[in-house]
């Protein structure tokens, strides 16, 4: 890992975040290949309730399973963009596209972000739901930067009818001891946001802009390779105005990675692509509502039982158009028709009856 500061120590090296969340690229991709795996396999064994969150899935080379589904690099980019959407839920700014914003700190969204990026390192979307857990991580992370939001507002800001706000709410609230679990309680996250207004600190430049940058980074995997002052220092490059500022902070070396990383174009979002692929996620994942039985109409023996003790049987409705005639009916005769009158009369004769007049 390279160094901002001009020094021999990481600035993250007592903390949790160099601990247990500073990860390579490959470390990454495998624990996201080893959680759809297994979720892939609970999937194909028939389990139909989620498992127990765990903090995480061992480091091991696990092959994909056979059965069809979402694989891990579709889990990345629902992921990210679930990611983006948290911002837009959580920020202040007053987009009258967005009316039911939660108007909360940017630091809300910060920390819900990269709380829901560690707990899918160790589980799959196929074993727990994303739109709850995602609530949940906002949920935990306003809790613990003070600006607290309940599971309640959350759900309000997400559904419309009163009974799907109840149980996304029931969910959210569900999900937050399992993410508890899966980012094993370090809910100490540092931001770029403060180190980036630090690096610009007396230069004109527009700050809001690099915030902004800031949050699109968070949607990626920087965050889990590299430290928050280098992310500051890439959005700080990718706004511009403050190369010289930069160039007497940052140690060569340090300069040279964030000029590389500012210059990556951000991933395209398929829209298309996400549709297909959030399809398959419901149609396979553990936590799907069940499917319902099919209601087949009851037949005409079904339709009426009568009951004990004598009950008179309920009128005869009439039949519908087209439907078969019922039997000792007339088709196409009036109730003075010749055809009637002479069917009566045999039925009559059959009986014994009297003919009728």
Known sequence: MSHIARTDKDEFQPSSNQDRWRLTPQDITSLRKAANARGRGLVAAGVTTPPEAC?????????????????????????????????????????????????RN????????????????????????????????????????????????????????????????????KAEQAILSGVGYDLRVAHPHGAARALVDGVDVDVSRIEDECDKLLTTDAPLIHAPSLLAAVACLRVGGCEEKLKEILTPEALDEAKALASQAEPDEDAAALKKIRKRLKRTALWRDPPQPKKRPASSEEAYVPEEGGAAAPAAKRPRRGAAPLPGTFVGAGSDSVAQRETASVLAAVRGEAAPT
Do not use: N
């Not at 399973?65 to 202040?92: F, N, T």
């Not at 739901?129 to 809790?143: D, I, R």
């Not at 599971?151 to 149980?167: C, K, P, Y």
């Open 55 to 103: 903090c995480r899935v061992p480091l091991t080379t696990i092959d994909e399973c056979a059965e069809p589904g979402v694989s891990a690099d579709d889990e990345a980019k629902l992921l990210r963009w679930y990611e983006k959407q948290i911002p837009l839920l959580v920020g202040r700014t007053g987009d009258t596209k967005a009316p039911r914003r939660l108007r």
């Open 106 to 173: 940017r630091k809300v969204a910060a920390t819900a972000t990269i709380l829901i990026k560690r707990f899918y390192l160790s589980h799959s979307m196929l074993e727990r739901e994303p739109l709850a857990h995602t609530l949940a991580a906002v949920f935990l992370a306003a809790k613990t930067e003070d600006e607290f939001v309940s599971a309640g507002e959350l759900a309000a800001a997400v559904v419309e009818s009163s009974d799907e706000v109840q149980r996304l709410a029931f969910r959210a609230s």
